[in-house]
């Protein structure tokens, strides 16, 4: 059994409150009792925690519905006065914005156009809503989370052919110095697959997605394998494609240029789409009725499956999540899975990776900033820190 004992000072003392904190990560709808069972407590030791952590306002409990014999059940919710997050979501012409709460919920979502606007235009309608978010909310802010369509590279987007943003600072969106962490959108969204509840933590997972191009996370064992400069993973750029097309990224023959918006208008023999997720979208709608467009969605879905077999050979994951119009590609093809497994060496053909729609696609990116957050302010040291400005507010 773990001893309760509030001894020690600072950080130390918040070893064993994080421990709780990160099981209501995992669980959120957890009982105090099945929590205590978890982490080895006795039963007025979890009593003497909840106390803390309530009073620290990061946690609070409600009764769970009467109807079962014995003692009243709690179950655990964020304080609401508690820590928050806020996480935006840019994509070419929209951007996202969340509140999140510590146990991973999103809440006032709100979606926000911006046109033909330059990226400095849309960084001050940013600033400005996390402003006020800031006013709002005041120290309860804790951390911001930007996703951008790109390659992020040191808290800069260093390249977005999407965006058409490149060496853009979104370091800069923290107001009154909140700490702002900034990550490629399908990096994020595979972290909010793997961690979902009741997700192992183990797995290795590849995510794959296609927006307007195509983009790619890897995640081992929890934790986001970026390289040296965090532009890693980049699975769209890797050589899969025709080495006499020009991606623009500047490199020739990338995987993404088989399968997005622009390779489906040049096998239908049409003008270049404006905004090639859209179109992209139509085809695959289109496609059942349409033999031409069935024709090329199959292309597509094939050079998608050879292409993420080629991942597998490589980096051995036990799954493989889909995100954005991968989704729709995948179930509209007949011919994607010959493919993948044509692509798979032998011995892994007896038991491929597993390929499943990401779970939580629209807000995956949200969610996963928040979560990267969250791994933050949820340690002891951010706790203690937490619960020094509470007792510094009235
Ligand atoms: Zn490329």
Partial sequence: MATVRATGTGDTRWVLPALVVGEFRRHPAITRSRL???LGLSSSSATDLMGRLEAARLVAEVPLPAGTRGRPKHRLVPHPE??????VDVQRGTWRLAVGTLDGRLHETSDHRYGSASAPAVLDDVRGRLHALRERYGTRLRGIGVSVAGVVRDGRVADSSMLRWNGIDLQALGVDGVPVIVDNDATLAAIADTVREGAPGSRTTVHVTIEAGLGGGLIDRGA????????????GHLPFGDPAVRCPCGAYGCWGTELDGHALARALGEPEPDDPRRYMEQVI????????????VERAARALARGIAGLANALDPDLVTLGGLAVPLHAASVTFDDAYRRGLMGFRRQ????????????????????????DQIATPGGLSAWARTV???P
């Fill in 36 to 38: 205590a069972a978890t």
């Fill in 82 to 87: 508690g820590p928050v997050v806020a996480v």
């Fill in 224 to 235: 986001p394998v970026v390289g040296a400069t965090g532009a890693g993973a980049e699975f």
């Fill in 285 to 296: 709608g289109r496609a059942a009725g349409d033999r031409a467009a069935q024709e090329a």
């Fill in 351 to 374: 038991s491929p990776p597993e390929i499943v729609p990401a779970e939580c696609h629209r807000d995956a990116a949200l969610r996963g900033a928040a979560h990267r957050l969250w």
């Fill in 391 to 393: 007792a510094a507010t």
